[in-house]
């Protein structure tokens, strides 16, 4: 039968896209009542198109500049979980030293506990240390947790390396700091921009190890979470589809300049 060969054929492809549709319908849903004008104070039913939440995407209070706060704390976190990460990582895969396994065992211990221990156990240091919560609180709890994304990416990048490029540049004459920036950072760079964007996301998104840490300050998964207790304004979906498409064209970009030096390099 014409019909089942073919099926057969492209079985592989179509549980693939089936499966990327069901993970960006969510995505697809959030676009479309972004231009929803809802009657009612949730914008859970469709009623007419609308631009004017895209026209004031700032327009519902405090809503900015929670989303200004998440988008500081991120930043800071990934610069933080990054550096912190990368070291480790590079310590973990290039030298041996005592208790090298246990820090290995406790570097996963992070992603493997569930949030809400983590964000319990976290509080209850602050309270011991009597630190006030807030910002500085959250960007510690969250360097903390990104920090194991990090390493786990970097190190999986680092033990890939070959080792005869760096021999072959020492060769050359060629310094540590000089071999280091020149042929080790460039060639660790996609694990470590990996593991960056990783910490970011993880960051902006978090609201357990949140709200657990976060005393008076709010951040953007805050203000959606309290705005869905009395009402979803548009704007909230405005800002989900903004960060989505540029989330989208941020890797169509970095796919198109790999592709670009690919094509050169060959």
């Avoid at 492209?10 to 990327?20: D, H, I, N």
């Avoid at 004008?37 to 327009?59: H, T």
């Avoid at 020149?182 to 978090?206: E, K, M, N, Y």
Wanted: contains cysteine; charged residues 10%; aromatic residues 12%.
């Amino acid at each position: 039968m014409p019909f089942v060969n073919w099926l057969r054929r492209r079985l592989v492809v179509l549980a693939g896209l089936l499966t990327l549709g069901y993970l960006l319908l969510p995505n697809v849903i959030v676009t479309v009542f972004s231009f929803n004008e809802p009657k009612g104070r949730f914008n859970y039913e469709w009623q007419r198109f609308s631009l004017n939440a895209w026209k004031d995407p700032c327009g519902v209070s405090d809503l900015c500049g929670s989303l200004s706060v998440s988008l500081q704390i991120a930043v800071w976190a990934t610069l933080g979980a990054t550096l912190l990460g990368t070291l480790i990582a590079f310590a973990l895969a290039r030298y041996r030293f005592r208790a090298r396994g246990a820090v290995n065992s406790l570097i996963f211990l992070p992603m493997a506990m569930p949030e809400v221990v983590m964000a319990a156990s976290l509080l209850t240091l602050f309270l011991n240390m009597g630190a006030q919560l807030g910002f500085w609180t959250i960007l510690i709890a969250h360097i903390t947790f990104c920090l194991s994304f990090v390493v786990t990416a970097v190190k999986a990048r680092v033990m890939s390396m070959d080792p005869t490029l760096e021999e072959a540049a020492r060769d050359l004459y060629a310094g540590p700091f000089q071999t280091f920036v020149r042929v080790t950072l460039p060639i660790a760079a996609p694990g470590i921009a990996a593991g960056a964007l990783l910490a970011f996301a993880l960051s902006f998104d978090d609201f357990i190890i949140t709200h657990f840490n976060a005393g008076s300050t709010v951040t953007f998964p805050m203000f959606v979470w309290g705005s869905a207790q009395r009402g979803t304004p548009v704007q909230i979906n405005v800002i989900g589809t903004a960060m989505f498409v540029s989330a989208v064209l941020f890797v169509l970009v970095s796919m198109a300049v790999g592709n670009r030096r690919a094509r050169q390099q060959a």
